[in-house]
């Protein structure tokens, strides 16, 4: 008899633990599936060392944008306003060529050279959103990439 039952319990914890194992494989497929990775690339930011965008399941994180043309390496002359519009009109470009719309837009992160130039940048921001405006963050910078006044990241989501 406790041959027997020094058997059952054998298969039992057996049974148990390939049961664990099957579900600890499930979990880790499902965040496989949940983790899959996009790497975007436009072939614009070619010699520098990120990708235009990254795509996390329905996420796309937009790597900064400042105010050049092209990927030319020179920032829009005219200030603060001719750059916030380029931001603008380049946040735009790579939002759209990655199959989403401005108010699929859920988060930016601002960084401005000159926190004094807040209220020009945001009046040209909102020409580009609308009511429910994204969450948003901005800093001060002392530097920006090619001298920037302003730089500008974001969030999509669908």
């Not at 979990?27 to 990120?50: I, N, T």
């Amino acid at each position: 008899m406790k041959v027997i039952a020094v058997l059952i319990a054998g298969l039992a914890a057996g049974l148990l633990s390939s049961l664990a194992s099957a579900a600890d494989v499930t979990a880790v497929q499902a965040s496989k599936q949940r983790q899959h990775v996009e790497f975007l690339d436009s072939g614009r930011f070619s010699d520098l060392p990120f990708s235009d965008a990254v795509r996390v399941g329905g996420l796309t994180y937009f790597s900064g944008e400042i105010g050049d043309v092209g990927g030319n390496g020179k920032v829009v002359p005219g200030g603060i306003q001719a750059e916030a519009r380029q931001v603008m009109e380049n946040l735009k470009a790579s939002v759209e060529a990655n199959g989403y719309k401005m108010s699929d837009v859920v988060k930016c992160t601002v960084f401005l050279a000159d926190m004094a130039e807040w209220s020009v940048f945001n009046a040209i921001y909102k020409s580009y959103f609308s009511k429910p405006y994204p969450a948003r963050s901005a800093f001060g910078a002392n530097g920006l990439a090619l001298g920037a006044r302003v730089e500008v990241e974001c969030i999509a989501a669908k």
